[in-house]
C-alpha cells in the first residue's frame, strides 16, 4: 500500500513539474502593446522597402480562460506585388502565464499558400500537440505528438523570450527548444550572438542584444538559422529589428512606432 502511495505520488509530482515547465513570467510586455515596422526585401544585392508589418497583443479571452493573443502580419506593397507576392499572417494564444495554447500561420508566398495550426493541450501534466498543414494543392497533412518537455511555436517562442533575463547571457550562449509547425515537431535553438547597437527607419538607434533561432533539418544533419532578432536592451525586450532568411531570399523588419509599452524605452540610445 505504502509503494503504491509512494508511485501515486511520484506520478504527481513528475507532472506538477512538467507542467510547471511549461509556464514562464511574463515580464516584458502588457495588453495593448502595438508595434509596426517598415519591410526591406533584398532583390538583386539591393534592399527594397517593400511593405509594412504590425505586432499586437491584448489580452482576451481562449475556451474559457484569460489568456494572451499575439498576431502578426506582412503586408507587400505593390512595388513588391509586381516581383512577389507575400501575405503572412501569424496568430497565437498563450496563458497570462505563457503557457502555449494555439497556434496559426497563413503564409501566401509567390502563387504558393499554406496554412499551419498547433493545437496544444497538457493531459496529466504531459504536454500533447495536435498540427495540421494546408497544402498548396488543397491536402491537409496532420500530426500529433505527446511528451514530457514543453512544446512551443515562432509566435508563443517570442513572447516568452522576450521575459528571459538576458543579463547572464554571453556570446555563445544557447536554448534547446522543441519548434512546432503545421508538419510537427522540430529541434531549435534560440543561441544569443552578443550585443549591438541598432539604427533603425526613424532615425533612432537603440542598443540590442542578438539572438539567432535555428531549425534542424533532419535530411542534412544540422541547424539552419530561420532568422536573428534584435531585442532592445530593457525590460520591454522589443523586436527593434528581425532578420528573416526565406527560400526566395532574405528579408529585413525594422520598428517604426511603438504604442502601450509596459516600461520605459531605455535601450533608445538616440532619439
Not at 502593446?33 to 482576451?60: D, I, P, R
Not at 503572412?88 to 499558400?113: C, H, I, M, S, V
Amino acid at each position: 500500500m505504502k509503494k503504491i502511495f509512494f508511485l501515486l505520488l511520484l506520478l504527481t509530482t513528475l507532472a506538477h513539474n512538467t507542467q510547471a515547465q511549461c509556464t514562464y513570467a511574463n515580464t516584458a510586455f502588457k495588453s495593448g502593446e502595438y508595434l509596426l515596422y517598415n519591410l526591406h526585401f533584398n532583390w538583386k544585392l539591393v534592399w527594397v522597402k517593400v511593405g509594412t508589418a504590425t505586432m499586437s497583443t491584448v489580452q482576451t479571452v481562449y475556451q474559457g480562460k484569460q489568456a494572451y493573443r499575439c498576431s502578426l502580419t506582412t503586408q507587400s506593397n505593390g512595388k513588391m506585388d509586381n516581383i512577389f507576392v507575400m501575405r503572412d499572417t501569424l496568430l497565437a494564444y498563450a496563458t497570462t502565464n505563457l503557457t502555449p495554447l494555439y497556434f496559426r500561420k497563413g503564409a501566401k508566398e509567390g502563387k504558393r499558400y499554406t496554412v499551419d495550426e498547433v493545437w496544444y493541450s497538457y493531459p496529466g501534466g504531459r504536454s500533447h500537440i495536435k498540427t495540421r498543414r494546408l497544402n498548396n494543392d488543397g491536402t491537409n497533412t496532420y500530426h500529433t505528438e505527446t511528451g514530457t518537455e514543453c512544446f512551443t511555436d515562432m509566435l508563443n517562442l517570442f513572447m516568452r523570450a522576450r521575459s528571459i533575463n538576458f543579463g547572464s547571457w554571453k556570446k555563445g550562449k544557447s536554448m534547446q527548444l522543441k519548434s512546432a509547425d503545421g508538419k510537427g515537431i522540430k529541434k531549435a535553438t534560440l543561441t544569443c550572438q552578443g550585443k549591438q547597437n541598432v539604427k533603425t527607419d526613424d532615425g533612432k538607434q537603440w542598443r540590442t542584444i542578438v539572438l539567432d533561432f535555428a531549425l534542424y533539418e533532419a535530411k542534412k544533419g544540422r541547424f539552419k538559422k530561420i532568422a536573428t532578432l534584435y531585442i532592445s536592451d530593457d525590460n520591454n525586450h522589443l523586436p527593434v529589428r528581425i532578420d528573416f532568411n526565406m527560400s526566395f531570399g532574405s528579408a529585413k523588419a525594422f520598428l517604426i512606432q511603438s504604442k502601450g509599452l509596459r516600461s520605459a524605452a531605455t535601450a533608445i540610445i538616440k532619439k
